[in-house]
């Protein structure tokens, strides 16, 4: 599986952004995917993730009621939309893929895109 992430930019505060992550291959579908982001000179942290249904999702604490991630698998594409941004929410956004479901970890992770950056200013 080929992840690729796009639809970052620069928006203020209290704006919205949609990530999309496109992916290949046929068998997309089977597998689970996340949204992580890692902020300059911080650790890669897990920001959601998505059952390959679409059926289960689970949030960070920090970003739940204001993210919403989805998937269209006819598409081959996971979206996180993003509403109410903060500054603390600016970082490079990486989409990964695995089979399990669920996972909060990067190393869980078999699949990477290659991230895109979401800047929000004050």
């Known amino acids: 599986v080929q992840l690729q992430a796009s639809g970052g930019g620069l928006v203020q505060a209290g704006g919205s952004l949609r990530l999309s992550c496109a992916a290949s291959?046929?068998?997309?579908?089977?597998?689970?995917t996340a949204w992580f982001r890692q902020a300059l000179g911080k650790e890669r942290e897990f920001v959601a993730a998505?059952?390959?249904?679409?059926?289960?999702?689970r949030y960070a604490d920090s970003v739940k009621g204001r993210f919403t991630i989805s998937r269209d698998n006819a598409k081959n594409t996971v979206y996180l939309q993003m509403n109410s941004l903060k500054p603390d929410d600016t970082a490079v956004y990486y989409c990964?893929?695995?089979?399990?479901?669920?996972?909060?970890?990067?190393?869980?992770?078999?699949?990477w895109g290659q991230g895109t950056q979401v800047t929000v200013s004050s």
């Open positions: 291959g046929r068998t997309f579908g089977s597998y689970a």
């Open positions: 998505i059952s390959w249904s679409g059926r289960s999702t």
């Open positions: 990964a893929a695995d089979l399990t479901y669920g996972g909060i970890w990067p190393n869980k992770y078999d699949y």
